[in-house]
């Protein structure tokens, strides 16, 4: 099969500041949390094969709310804000961190979340303790290791086999390059098979 037949058919449908303006509706949601700039606008963008699905920018935090994209079968994709470093005040980053902690914890239609990470930086403090909260959570989790064309194959495998050690069976994870479209078949897989079972 192709790369095209992998591809998500989805359009924009609102940005929510808040929980409380979150979309109504029982649709299941999967979302995109991450650092900023481990590049989670590039991945919903590769997965469409668009460049206009979500904003991409080289500057990190450029997310500041919650994007909710709906998908061909009625589920819906969420780009949550970026976590980390970002130019922005101080205050504006605890803003986003309080929606998009009420987002993950009291969304009932959250059907899983995917976490993008720079395979580059495995290890990073905010992404550990993000995978400790899915953990304790129970939340459906799949580890996304973005930018792996960077990394030769090698590299590539044992940062994978580092990863799934680290999540044993209660999380998946995978290699993925939002640059060469490698791994979005399996990726696509995951968010689809989450939709259905939710």
Not at 19 to 31: F, H, I
């Amino acid at each position: 099969m192709t790369a095209v037949d992998h591809r998500l058919n989805m359009e924009f449908l609102v940005s929510a500041p808040d929980l409380a303006r979150c979309p109504a509706g029982d649709a299941p949601e999967v979302a995109f949390a991450g650092r900023s700039n481990a590049g989670k606008s590039s991945v919903l963008n590769r997965l469409t094969r668009s460049r206009q699905t979500a904003k991409v920018s080289k500057t990190p935090g450029r997310t500041r709310l919650l994007n909710f994209f709906a998908l061909d079968n009625g589920a819906r994709l969420v780009d949550l804000p970026g976590y980390g470093y970002a130019k922005a005040s101080a205050k504006s980053q605890a803003q986003w961190q309080v929606a998009v902690n009420e987002y993950l914890s009291f969304r009932e239609q959250l059907a899983g979340v995917v976490l993008v990470t720079d395979i580059r930086h495995p290890g990073m403090a905010l992404d550990e303790q993000f995978i400790d909260w899915a953990l304790a959570s129970e939340m459906p989790l799949h580890v996304l290791l973005n930018k792996a064309d960077k990394l030769k194959r090698g590299a590539q495998g044992r940062a994978l086999a580092a990863y799934r050690k680290r999540l044993g069976k209660a999380a998946t994870a995978q290699l993925f390059s939002a640059l060469r479209g490698e791994g979005a078949a399996e990726l696509s897989a995951v968010v689809l098979a989450w939709a259905a079972e939710h």
